[in-house]
């Protein structure tokens, strides 16, 4: 693995793609994704409308050493796609476990960009984790097929607020025993 100096993260390869740590110059394309509506609502975090300076903030915080989460870009540039196709986030918990979050630009979704990046990163396990987990909107069955395909199973039901929605959504919770 290649570790990428400013960050110390790992530049994971995919078959289309590598997973690699943001920088300065991906702000464009990620506040063009996250205005998607769609985008948004799929996820807890993002706003929506997606106010201006939101992505370089992510950014930043992406950057900072005293970061407790990894945010990796799907570049896909080698292969003559975008250099950012989705991200793909790591966020370390306690006891050996971290959080796996992801999302992929609208326009690629349901061409398995998403389940190839949550393969290569469960499968360079960058934290040294020995559990994973993930959750997902209820009402996004294709993401939570992303999981079980990596090898998660099924924990139990929950729920978290969508700043986009502007409400609590029903998830599903996944966990991988990894050790």
Do not use: C
């Amino acid at each position: 693995m290649i570790q990428e100096p400013i960050t110390g993260q790992q530049v994971i390869p995919a078959e289309r793609f590598v997973l690699r740590p943001l920088r300065a110059s991906d702000a464009g394309l990620i506040a063009h994704y996250a205005a998607d509506r769609r985008l948004a609502e799929g996820t807890p975090g993002i706003p929506h409308p997606f106010p201006p300076g939101a992505a370089e903030a992510m950014i930043g915080r992406a950057l900072d050493p005293a970061r407790d989460t990894d945010v990796w870009a799907l570049d896909g540039s080698a292969g003559g796609l975008d250099e950012v196709l989705g991200l793909i986030t790591l966020r370390r918990m306690d006891r050996d476990q971290s959080e796996v979050s992801f999302w992929v630009a609208p326009g690629l979704w349901n061409a398995g960009f998403a389940s190839e990046a949550v393969a290569a990163l469960v499968a360079a396990n960058p934290h040294g984790s020995r559990t994973l987990f993930a959750e997902v909107f209820q009402d996004s069955p294709a993401s939570a097929r992303v999981l079980t395909n990596a090898g998660f199973s099924y924990l139990g039901d929950a729920e978290t607020y969508s700043v986009a929605r502007g409400a609590h959504v029903p998830t599903w919770t996944y966990v991988r025993k990894m050790a």
